[in-house]
């Protein structure tokens, strides 16, 4: 079974930054893709940041530049560090996973984790 467990997040001021890390844990043969979603209060699960194995990480336009996403593929881990936090970036966000556990790909989310920040 497999689980990604997130760690990080919390409540900070505008301007301010946050480090989001996720791991994948359990029976894992290959992980395709890792990243970050959130999802506002009364809006659709967005995208955040990925990265595909062999591509470079792909961000959401509103959080270019302020956002970085790295992998470290022997500890199945990502990390989303966060600068110059705005007050729209509060959210539920949850760490994504595509990988192979058993015969197919399929995908993978945490519990989630808030993220505030306050004006």
């Known amino acids: 079974q497999v689980q990604l467990v997130e760690s990080g997040g919390g409540l900070v001021q505008a301007g301010g930054s946050l480090r989001l890390s996720c791991e994948a844990s359990?029976?894992?043969?290959?992980?395709?893709?890792m990243g970050w979603y959130r999802q506002a209060p009364g809006k659709q699960r967005e995208l955040v940041a990925v990265m595909v194995s062999g591509f470079r990480p792909n961000y959401a336009d509103s959080v270019k530049g302020r956002f970085t996403i790295s992998r470290d593929n022997a500890k199945n881990t990502v990390l989303l560090i966060m600068n110059s936090l705005k007050p729209e970036d509060t959210a539920v966000y949850y760490c994504?996973?595509?990988?192979?556990?058993?015969?197919?790909?399929?995908?993978?989310w945490g519990q989630g984790t808030q993220v505030t920040v306050s004006s």
């Open positions: 994504y996973a595509h990988l192979r556990s058993g015969t197919y790909y399929n995908d993978y």
């Open positions: 359990g029976s894992i043969f290959s992980i395709n893709t």
